[in-house]
T-cell receptor, first 110, second 121 residues
Framework: QSVLTQPPSVSGAPGQRVTISCTGS?????????VHWYQQLPGTAPKLLIY???DRPSGVPDRFSGSKSGTSASLAITGLQAEDEADYYC??????????FGGGTKLTVL | QVQLVESGGGVVQPGRSLRLSCAAS????????MHWVRQAPGKGLEWVAD????????DYADSVKGRFSISRDNSKNTLYLQMSSLRVEDTAVYYC??????????????WGQGTMATVSS
């Protein structure tokens, strides 16, 4: 059972928009800690996708965006492409558990 | 370029020890907090431990506290994870990761390719 809750899977057709939710509590996201998102392509290491709730590292397309409100956060992907098929993880900090991750969401591009 | 390369994984029996290493290059290693994050087969990510830039502060997940020890040698640009009293549930790919400055909490901006540690009798 992960501290941050994500849907196990989402799917969308090429060109569509999908969102992935990440729900925490008042000891992590709701306490003001930033939320970050990672993309893990099959058989590879995770890659930082969004940091500080909504900022993108250099090289990440603007099709990816993040937001945070209250005890939740979300990742949106627009103009879905086949290469976006991957696992996505949200991550934050918890006042008692330190670094915490969501359970991950598998994105399938139909 | 900025790179982290882990090594030291392998197969070990329950109760035994294993030491992982992570060689850093392409950045000023001694300026960064560093982390270990693990991923059990087919499972999600779990933060394991971190160490401050100078080694003076260390923090551990409850699941490994008292059994694992994180350390670093800034003269060798290398991060270590000494794992003792290993359990079957410690079986995972272990990633080292660089801390991202400027966020509230923890985040990881550079990851190594990972090294697999298997605990099995």
């Amino acid at each position: 059972q992960s501290v941050l809750t994500q849907p196990p899977s989402v799917s969308g057709a090429p060109g569509q928009r999908v969102t992935i939710s990440c729900t925490g509590s008042n000891s992590n996201i709701g306490a003001g800690y930033d939320v970050h998102w990672y993309q893990q392509l099959p058989g590879t290491a995770p890659k930082l996708l969004i940091y500080g709730n909504s900022d993108r590292p250099s090289g990440v397309p603007d099709r990816f965006s993040g937001s945070k409100s209250g005890t939740s956060a979300s990742l949106a992907i627009t103009g879905l492409q086949a290469e976006d098929e991957a696992d996505y993880y949200c991550q934050s900090y918890d006042s008692s558990l330190r670094g915490v991750f969501g359970g991950g969401t598998k994105l399938t591009v139909l | 370029q900025v790179q982290l390369v882990e090594s030291g994984g392998g197969v070990v029996q329950p109760g035994r020890s294993l030491r992982l290493s992570c060689a850093a290059s392409g950045f000023t290693f001694s300026s960064y907090t560093m982390h270990w994050v693990r991923q059990a087969p087919g499972k999600g990510l779990e933060w394991v431990a971190d160490i401050s830039y100078d080694g003076s502060n260390k923090d551990y997940a409850d699941s490994v506290k008292g059994r694992f020890s994180i350390s670093r040698d800034n003269s060798k640009n290398t991060l270590y994870l000494q794992m003792s009293s290993l359990r079957v549930e410690d079986t995972a790919v272990y990633y080292c990761a660089r801390d991202l400055f400027g966020v509230v909490g923890k985040a990881f901006d550079i990851w190594g390719q990972g090294t697999m540690a298997t605990v099995s009798s």
